[in-house]
């Protein structure tokens, strides 16, 4: 897409009452995704050409290809590739696409110089092996658990690799060894390993949970669960999820499972009983340089370099049918605005900040138009997209691997250009692992492992009412709260005295700070900007604002007149500064009855955020307005997110704003913002965007749903981002074949 100079402009008024620290800049025109046809009576605008960048715009946060160096992985498959921390990925194992040769090699890329090289490791080295799993452990052993040898034995062996020594490890384990498998699932939490599912032979699709306990090194049993390969298996909320994979006809699966283990001693003590149903062929070989063979067999086999895949039986061959200690749910996504097709395309899936994301990245069975990157909240089941394909993204690459760290924060995918560089030759396209997009995922809103819902208190640095979606406080946050804007004489100890601007008397509840505009202002105006009396006093403790407000400290430091008349006016609208001040008393802008309970607050708080230079608070507003953006408030989130140089969130609101047009211009936010903004909202959409009715709307619509009795697939023939129907794509939908679907 070709780029004109970006020119910065400046909003004729600051929303509430500052103006940016840096100019704000226009974000990209975005392409409307409109909302399906429910009624005749609406209006959508909707696009019929690609997205064209406007004149002065910026292209915002886009992540950019990097290129490796040294020691290249070839055509690497089944591989293991983890984030290990301290900008070190480690990829393992796996087999040559074009050779056959399996590996047991240790390879590391360092993403400072780019680097990769081959690690010399030592001690109880681990055979050839692919399909397996790695995961880090304590922060500096690499955890390897089960796969399939070059003679197509599958393990059930655990070997471990100390990062720091590179020293191999085998410990010795007891109780019920699981049966071998290749391409299943494993994950580490509460010092266990759980592993889920997988392939135990040709025509052996298992469908069992069982753990490993890292203190005692003793299996549990295993329990029946749900028969997956090449799924993602997470915890979360003491639950465990599994998600994607392949199941038992061979076809990709986008139901979502989950087990429930709180209150279940079973995932808290360590199993004793059910020694006996150890796997059918008996002995272990822990100690051999290949691992246990425990599973049978194939006699069939097939090249480790065959696009196809073991064909599972139809009705798979269990071991074990205990019930799990724990309630087994699932839920299938049928459609949905924002819903990934799993069907098409090469999908990664990785959990961040109490969400799936989904990378759709391009493939041969997937148009790099229909590509994102898309985010299921587990709280509420509901699927969002966080950004187009085109804004992650380049043309001419093909992703193999995507590793994440620990944290949830950064996603690295690691692949290959699909077509030679300028000057390479081609054999430069089969090496699998060298490129690497690193995206940084706080850019789309995500708050980070570390500060979004966790099973134990104490592995959160959120507040409990920000970590269960209460707007009860609990803990150190409850108690200052209390004392928060009492008056002096009830004994609060409050020693300062905020003051802002008064919040509009005519706003009925909801509307917050943007309510509607008097009739004696001019529209052109800010509600800001308008001479209105003081808000009554906030009392607050300025030891507290000291401590959390950096601005502040600094202010006080240099004794200037608040710090004589222990005063300090704020022009921001009242229930803005409210909120801000609760955030500093509570570390939370969780809704509450009385803080933080309308969204236009909390894009007022986006805004302090970016003056004041809060990092923290600008994470949490910008994750609670993405996720909670709705029809009242879309107008003001855009025109908050732009004044605060937030691009994405910018980019997200308008393309809301664009869907749900007809809806948009009838709410307060959208009648409250200036001429300037009402037309840069406008040209949000490109040049050629135009107005079609309901009616119009409603015959796509049955078209769209005609074509997937018919056999065409639901968004088949149809602009994934605009709704309209092409007569070009159409064509190319009616002769498009999938010759087969790619697997990571």
């Given at each position: 897409?070709?780029?004109?100079?970006?020119?910065?402009?400046?909003?004729?008024?600051?929303?509430?009452?500052?103006?940016?620290?840096?100019?704000a800049?226009?974000?990209?025109?975005?392409?409307?995704?409109?909302?399906?046809?429910?009624?005749?009576?609406?209006?959508?605008?909707?696009s019929?050409?690609?997205?064209?960048?406007?004149?002065?715009s910026?292209?915002?946060?886009?992540?950019?290809?990097?290129?490796?160096?040294?020691?290249?992985?070839?055509?690497?498959?089944?591989?293991?590739?983890?984030?290990?921390?301290?900008?070190?990925?480690?990829?393992?194992?796996?087999?040559?696409?074009?050779?056959?040769?399996?590996?047991?090699?240790?390879?590391?890329?360092d993403?400072?110089?780019?680097?990769?090289s081959?690690?010399?490791?030592?001690?109880?080295?681990?055979?050839?092996?692919?399909?397996?799993?790695?995961?880090?452990?304590?922060?500096?052993?690499?955890?390897?658990f089960?796969?399939?040898?070059?003679?197509?034995?599958?393990?059930?062996?655990?070997?471990?690799?100390?990062?720091?020594?590179?020293?191999?490890?085998?410990?010795?384990?007891?109780?019920?060894?699981?049966?071998?498998?290749?391409?299943?699932?494993?994950?580490?939490?509460?010092?266990?390993?759980?592993?889920?599912?997988?392939?135990?032979?040709?025509?052996?699709?298992?469908?069992?949970?069982?753990?490993?306990?890292?203190?005692?090194?003793?299996?549990?049993?295993?329990?029946r669960?749900?028969?997956?390969?090449?799924?993602?298996?997470?915890?979360?909320?003491?639950?465990?999820?599994?998600?994607?994979?392949?199941?038992?006809?061979?076809?990709?699966?986008?139901?979502?499972?989950?087990?429930?283990?709180?209150?279940s001693?079973?995932?808290?003590?360590q199993?004793?009983?059910?020694?006996?149903?150890?796997?059918?062929?008996?002995?272990?070989?822990?100690?051999?340089?290949?691992?246990?063979?425990?599973?049978?067999?194939?006699?069939?086999?097939?090249?480790?370099?065959?696009?196809?895949?073991p064909?599972?039986?139809?009705?798979?061959?269990?071991?074990?049918?205990?019930?799990?200690?724990?309630?087994?749910?699932?839920?299938?996504?049928?459609?949905?605005?924002?819903?990934?097709?799993?069907?098409?395309?090469?999908?990664?899936?990785?959990?961040?900040?109490?969400?799936?994301?989904?990378?759709?990245?391009?493939?041969?069975?997937?148009?790099?138009?229909?590509?994102?990157?898309?985010?299921?909240?587990?709280?509420?089941?509901?699927w969002?997209?966080?950004?187009?394909?085109?804004?992650?993204?380049?043309?001419?690459?093909?992703?193999?691997?995507?590793?994440m760290?620990?944290?949830?924060?950064?996603?690295?995918?690691?692949?290959?250009?699909?077509?030679?560089?300028?000057?390479?030759?081609?054999?430069?396209?089969?090496?699998?692992?060298?490129?690497?997009?690193?995206?940084?995922?706080?850019?789309?809103?995500?708050?980070?492992?570390?500060?979004?819902?966790?099973?134990?208190?104490d592995?959160?640095?959120?507040?409990?009412?920000?970590?269960?979606?209460?707007?009860?406080?609990?803990?150190?946050?409850?108690?200052?709260?209390?004392?928060?804007?009492?008056?002096?004489?009830?004994?609060?100890?409050?020693?300062?005295?905020?003051?802002?601007?008064?919040?509009?008397?005519?706003?009925?509840?909801?509307?917050?700070?943007?309510?509607p505009?008097?009739?004696?202002?001019?529209?052109?105006?800010?509600?800001?900007?308008?001479?209105?009396?003081?808000s009554?006093?906030?009392h607050?403790?300025?030891?507290?604002?000291?401590?959390?407000?950096?601005?502040?400290?600094r202010?006080?430091?240099?004794?200037?007149?608040?710090?004589?008349?222990?005063?300090?006016?704020?022009?921001?609208?009242?229930?803005?500064?409210?909120?801000?001040?609760?955030?500093?008393?509570?570390?939370?802008?969780?809704?509450?009855?009385?803080?933080?309970?309308?969204?236009?607050?909390?894009?007022?708080?986006?805004v302090?955020?970016n003056?004041?230079?809060?990092?923290?608070?600008?994470?949490?507003?910008?994750?609670?307005?993405?996720?909670?953006?709705?029809?009242?408030?879309?107008?003001?989130?855009?025109?908050?997110?732009?004044?605060?140089?937030?691009?994405?969130?910018?980019?997200?609101?308008?393309?809301?704003?664009?869907?749900?047009?007809?809806?948009?211009v009838?709410?307060?936010?959208?009648?409250?913002?200036?001429?300037?903004?009402?037309?840069?909202?406008?040209?949000?959409?490109?040049?050629?965007?135009?107005l079609?009715?309901?009616?119009?709307?409603?015959?796509?619509?049955?078209?769209?749903?005609?074509?997937?009795?018919?056999?065409r697939?639901?968004?088949?023939?149809?602009?994934?981002?605009?709704?309209?129907?092409?007569?070009?794509?159409?064509?190319?939908?009616?002769?498009?074949?999938?010759?087969?679907?790619?697997?990571?």
């Amino acid at each position: 897409m070709a780029q004109t100079p970006s020119t910065p402009f400046s909003f004729p008024f600051s929303r509430t009452g500052f103006a940016p620290s840096t100019p704000a800049n226009a974000s990209n025109p975005l392409a409307a995704t409109p909302s399906s046809a429910g009624s005749s009576t609406n209006t959508f605008l909707m696009s019929t050409s690609p997205v064209k960048a406007r004149r002065g715009s910026s292209e915002g946060y886009r992540p950019r290809v990097i290129r490796t160096i040294g020691q290249k992985p070839a055509c690497l498959v089944n591989a293991s590739v983890t984030y290990c921390g301290d900008n070190q990925i480690y990829a393992f194992g796996g087999f040559d696409r074009w050779t056959d040769e399996v590996y047991n090699h240790v390879l590391k890329l360092d993403l400072t110089t780019l680097q990769w090289s081959l690690v010399d490791n030592y001690g109880d080295i681990p055979g050839v092996r692919m399909g397996h799993t790695a995961t880090l452990w304590q922060g500096d052993k690499l955890l390897v658990f089960g796969g399939e040898n070059e003679h197509r034995t599958f393990l059930s062996d655990v070997v471990i690799l100390d990062l720091k020594t590179l020293y191999w490890t085998l410990p010795e384990i007891s109780g019920p060894t699981p049966r071998g498998r290749a391409r299943h699932a494993a994950t580490i939490y509460d010092d266990k390993l759980f592993v889920v599912g997988g392939l135990a032979g040709p025509n052996l699709l298992l469908d069992d949970i069982c753990y490993l306990d890292l203190k005692t090194w003793t299996w549990s049993k295993s329990w029946r669960f749900v028969g997956r390969y090449d799924h993602t298996t997470w915890i979360w909320g003491g639950r465990l999820w599994v998600f994607g994979g392949m199941g038992e006809e061979m076809e990709r699966n986008g139901e979502i499972w989950w087990l429930d283990m709180k209150g279940s001693p079973a995932f808290e003590t360590q199993s004793t009983s059910n020694v006996e149903e150890q796997t059918l062929t008996g002995r272990s070989e822990q100690n051999s340089r290949y691992g246990s063979s425990q599973a049978q067999q194939p006699t069939g086999g097939y090249l480790a370099n065959s696009r196809a895949t073991p064909r599972p039986a139809s009705t798979p061959t269990l071991y074990n049918s205990a019930i799990p200690p724990g309630t087994v749910s699932s839920l299938k996504f049928v459609s949905g605005p924002s819903l990934p097709p799993q069907a098409s395309g090469s999908h990664f899936h990785v959990f961040s900040s109490g969400a799936l994301l989904d990378f759709v990245t391009p493939a041969s069975t997937i148009r790099s138009s229909e590509c994102c990157l898309s985010a299921l909240e587990l709280d509420t089941l509901r699927w969002q997209t966080l950004a187009e394909g085109s804004d992650i993204f380049s043309q001419g690459y093909r992703w193999q691997y995507c590793a994440m760290n620990e944290d949830g924060t950064k996603a690295w995918l690691l692949g290959c250009a699909t077509e030679p560089p300028p000057g390479g030759a081609p054999s430069m396209m089969d090496e699998f692992l060298s490129d690497v997009l690193p995206i940084d995922l706080k850019k789309f809103g995500l708050l980070g492992n570390h500060m979004a819902s966790q099973q134990h208190a104490d592995r959160s640095q959120l507040p409990a009412s920000d970590r269960n979606g209460r707007s009860d406080l609990t803990g150190l946050g409850a108690d200052l709260v209390g004392m928060f804007d009492k008056p002096p004489e009830t004994g609060s100890g409050v020693d300062f005295m905020v003051t802002a601007e008064r919040d509009s008397q005519d706003a009925p509840p909801g509307e917050g700070a943007f309510g509607p505009a008097p009739d004696a202002v001019d529209s052109t105006q800010s509600f800001a900007a308008t001479n209105q009396p003081t808000s009554p006093p906030i009392h607050v403790h300025k030891l507290i604002l000291q401590a959390r407000w950096p601005h502040f400290s600094r202010l006080y430091a240099s004794q200037m007149a608040e710090f004589h008349t222990k005063k300090m006016h704020i022009p921001e609208p009242y229930s803005v500064v409210r909120a801000f001040l609760y955030y500093l008393y509570t570390d939370s802008i969780t809704p509450h009855p009385e803080f933080c309970a309308d969204l236009g607050d909390v894009a007022g708080l986006l805004v302090m955020a970016n003056i004041y230079d809060m990092p923290r608070l600008r994470l949490l507003c910008i994750n609670r307005l993405s996720r909670e953006l709705d029809i009242d408030h879309a107008a003001i989130i855009w025109e908050r997110a732009g004044t605060a140089n937030e691009e994405w969130l910018r980019k997200r609101a308008a393309r809301f704003c664009l869907a749900h047009w007809g809806r948009i211009v009838r709410t307060a936010a959208f009648k409250r913002l200036s001429r300037q903004s009402l037309l840069e909202l406008c040209e949000e959409s490109d040049h050629d965007s135009k107005l079609i009715t309901g009616e119009e709307m409603e015959a796509i619509s049955e078209l769209k749903f005609a074509g997937s009795w018919y056999g065409r697939k639901p968004n088949e023939g149809l602009n994934s981002g605009t709704g309209i129907l092409l007569g070009e794509e159409m064509e190319d939908g009616d002769g498009e074949q999938e010759e087969g679907m790619e697997m990571n």
